[in-house]
């Protein structure tokens, strides 16, 4: 093989990062331990600190951590949530 066919173009390399980069930009992430939670777990809200008021999700491993009650939680859905077929009765 020649060394163009195992190395990648620099365009292939720079598509490839852009991809990563958008994929990482739409993922919610723990406040706390920056981990993205998976799917089927728990995502709690918090109101955030006084400087910037600004509202933290914090992961189920992150939970008890905090002493106050989170104002809301949800369950982390998988990618095509709502967009999946579903099967509708026949008419007779």
């Not at 990648?8 to 990563?20: F, N, V």
């Amino acid at each position: 093989m020649s060394a163009s066919q195992t190395q990648p173009d620099g365009l292939e390399l720079l598509l490839l990062r852009r991809c990563i980069g958008a994929l990482e930009a739409d993922r919610s992430r723990c406040a706390d331990c920056g981990r993205t939670p998976l799917t089927g777990e728990e995502l709690h809200l918090y109101p955030g600190s006084r400087p910037f008021r600004r509202e933290r999700l914090v992961c189920e491993l992150c939970r008890p951590a905090h002493r106050e009650r989170p104002v809301a939680s949800e369950i982390v859905r998988h990618a095509e949530h709502g967009q999946t077929v579903r099967l509708a009765a026949r008419a007779a």
